[in-house]
């Protein structure tokens, strides 16, 4: 089946600092990336949609100068989550959507902002 | 606006025991709806998915039912085991967008 990576898997930063996570479809292209966050015990809230080629579509009350998407290839999209705050910590999880529509999750990165 | 429901929140069992995880959603204009499986601190495995046409899929030891009328969806685990053990999210699609709208998950412990 289609392979979605996550790098890193977990990142601890210091509060004002910038962190980049990317998201990889490794085996198929994939012209739209969604990127969610999930607080412990909580569901997945999605962020933002990434589609290649164009400027991501955020979600209401997402920070669109905060959470930074970049979609640059078929195959890759990142994250940086700027001047983070310890309040930025959760887990973050995007997913792929392959030609059958079809998403695909990758295993998520577990962001700490001390 | 969506708001995609589960419950129980948590839910404890012996081993062996047929179990049914609830999922609800307001509106029933859906696209399909699907279950997905998370361990702790991992991603999602998709379980089921179900197109808002059909009234059931079945995998193995899992049977996912949706009625798409009352706005209601449920997964039932046959014969639980210990390694079932996980969130269980339902997640439905509004239209051909990808969007998924998740419920809050439901917690299974399977005790051994």
């Known amino acids: 089946g289609a392979v979605v990576s996550q790098h890193p898997s977990r990142v601890i930063c210091k509060s004002g600092t910038s962190v980049k996570i990317e998201c990889r479809s490794l085996?198929?292209?994939?012209?739209?990336m969604f990127w969610y966050r999930q607080f412990p015990k909580k569901s997945l809230m999605l962020m933002a949609t990434?589609?290649?080629?164009?400027?991501?579509?955020?979600e209401q009350g997402v920070e669109k100068d905060k959470f930074l998407i970049n979609h640059a290839s078929l195959t890759l999209s990142t994250l940086t989550v700027t001047s983070a705050h310890p309040e930025d910590s959760s887990f973050y999880i995007c997913?792929?959507?392959?030609?059958?529509?079809?998403?695909?999750f990758g295993p998520g990165t577990r962001l700490l902002v001390l | 606006k969506q708001e995609v429901t589960q419950i129980p929140a948590a839910l404890s069992v012996p081993e062996g025991e047929n179990l049914v995880l609830n999922c609800s959603f307001t509106?029933?204009?859906?696209?399909?709806l699907q279950w997905f499986r998370q361990d702790p601190g991992k991603g999602l495995t998709s379980l089921l998915l179900?197109?808002?046409?059909?009234r059931e899929q079945t995998s193995g030891r899992l049977n996912a039912s949706l009625d798409k009328s009352s706005g209601r969806s449920t997964l039932y685990i046959a014969a639980s085991q210990p390694g079932d053990s996980a969130t269980y999210l339902c997640?439905?699609?509004?239209?051909?967008?990808?969007?998924?709208?998740f419920g809050s998950g439901t917690r299974l412990l399977v005790r051994p």
């Open positions: 997913s792929a959507g392959d030609s059958q529509e079809t998403q695909y």
């Open positions: 085996d198929f292209q994939a012209t739209t």
């Open positions: 990434s589609n290649e080629g164009s400027k991501a579509t955020y």
């Open positions: 509106d029933s204009a859906i696209y399909n």
């Open positions: 179900i197109q808002s046409s059909q």
């Open positions: 997640a439905v699609r509004m239209d051909s967008s990808y969007k998924l709208i």
